[in-house]
């Protein structure tokens, strides 16, 4: 290989070629960004779950492929009998050179099948060629949004995995209420609440898009990195949970000036205008998702199988750290208390957000730390409960 041209990039415990035509990696034709190694490693992490769980190959497809990184390390570290094949693609020219040029020096196998295609078409046409998908893995640029339905439908057959990510922060954290409006069918919040709330924005529409075919969609998990978001559901079919499901779609009111919120499943008619703490205007934001934002269990056997990955830095305790919290967090409601802005509020010095979570756990109300603001709780405790505990300081 010649090094004027290529750069050899490592990653976990793979090592690869980029196309070297610019001054840094950032800048590359070819899309490759290591700071999103993180969400590759969940990837790898749930991979490694189900493979060695359902003691089955899976077969995978990575629509927008970039560089290929991804695909790469699924072939290099997970063990060979859990990728029966995996099928690469992106729509860029060169990304697909990069990602031949890789095969062809490093990772030559029977498994790997590459295409140049719109993410679209090379779903759909694994539906027409009867291909039963395990797993899919939408990573593009912003939102994944115009992908879901086609990816939804690929998997149903054979039960499979959706994974997502999502970086059109802006849009779903408020800062672009009527693209959110146009592109998700939601409104979305820029308040503290915003991270949690894009996630239930995005589940939301995993579930309409599975709803309409009959299946539903049980989100695994969720989770958000400083600029992203990634989401792992199961689809699977079923009219009668996928009605139970759509149940727990509603709205969420919430106040800017004091933190209060309060939930609405469709069904309800709360209807609610003024905070009833703070008497200003309240914001509805919706519709989304307000069921659980993961399965403990699974969670679970996550956790389980972290050492069986190479991390890349300090990616394991992140993840390790990210998902205890979440597992923690899953059963209890939606939305959460900032508690530096509770208690600026109230002028309170206050306590460590341990010593709340005790305080409360005491008077018989579960409550944890939540993976969105580690200075923030979750609580089964209803406003007033907690208000009057922060003013009690
Ligand atoms: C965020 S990058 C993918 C990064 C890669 N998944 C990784 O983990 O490094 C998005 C990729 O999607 C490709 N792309 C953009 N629009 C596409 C489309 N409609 N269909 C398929 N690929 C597309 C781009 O060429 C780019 O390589
Ligand atoms: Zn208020």
Redesign the pocket.
């Given at each position: 290989m010649n090094k004027e041209l290529w750069v050899e990039i490592k990653e976990g415990k793979t090592s690869f070629f980029l196309k070297k035509d610019s001054e840094t990696i950032y800048d590359a034709s070819?899309?490759?960004?290591p700071k999103?190694s993180i969400?590759?490693d969940l990837a790898l992490l749930h991979l490694y779950t189900i493979g060695n769980i359902t003691k089955k190959g899976l077969i995978i497809i990575?629509?927008?492929?970039?560089?290929?990184?991804?695909s790469f390390r699924i072939i290099n570290e997970l063990p060979k009998e859990y990728v029966k094949k995996i099928i690469i693609?992106?729509?860029?020219d060169r990304?697909i050179k990069n990602v031949k040029l890789n095969i062809e020096k490093l990772f030559n196998d029977k498994r790997i099948v590459v295409h140049r295609?719109?993410?679209?078409n090379?779903i759909a046409k694994q539906i027409l060629d009867k291909e039963n998908i395990d797993v899919i893995?939408l990573?593009?640029?912003g939102t994944p949004i115009s992908?879901i339905d086609i990816a939804v439908r690929a998997l149903v057959k054979k039960s499979g995995y959706l994974f997502l990510?999502a970086?059109d922060h802006q849009v779903l954290c408020g800062k672009e209420k009527s693209t959110c409006l146009r592109e998700y069918n939601s409104n979305s919040t820029n308040n503290y609440l915003c991270h949690e709330i894009a996630l239930r924005i995005l589940i939301y529409n995993i579930l309409t898009s599975s709803g309409r075919i009959g299946a539903y969609a049980e989100p695994i998990l969720a989770l958000q990195f400083e600029h992203f978001f990634r989401i792992h559901v199961r689809i699977e079919k079923g009219k009668k949970r996928a009605n139970e499901q759509h149940k727990e779609i509603g709205f969420v009111y919430v106040c800017a000036y004091c933190s209060f919120f309060e939930t609405e499943r469709l069904k309800e008619k709360k209807n609610l205008q003024k905070c009833p703490t703070c008497n200003k205007e309240l914001e509805k934001v919706g519709p989304l998702w307000l069921g659980p934002l993961g399965n403990k269990k699974k969670v679970g056997d996550l956790l389980n199988f972290l050492d069986e990955i190479e991390f890349e830095h300090n990616n394991k305790k992140k993840i390790n750290l990210m998902l205890s919290t979440f597992k923690e967090e899953i059963e209890l409601p939606p939305m959460f208390y900032n508690l530096p802005f509770l208690y600026k509020k109230y002028k309170k010095n206050g306590v460590s957000p341990n010593e709340m979570i005790n305080r409360l756990e005491k008077r018989g109300y579960k409550t944890t730390r939540t993976i969105f603001d580690f200075q923030s709780i979750r609580t089964e405790a209803p406003y007033y409960v907690v208000h009057n505990e922060i003013k009690k300081l």
């Open positions: 070819v899309f490759y960004n999103m969400n590759r990575d629509p927008f492929a970039g560089s290929g990184i991804r693609s992106d729509i860029s990304a295609e719109d993410a679209f090379i893995d990573d593009p640029f992908f990510t970086t």
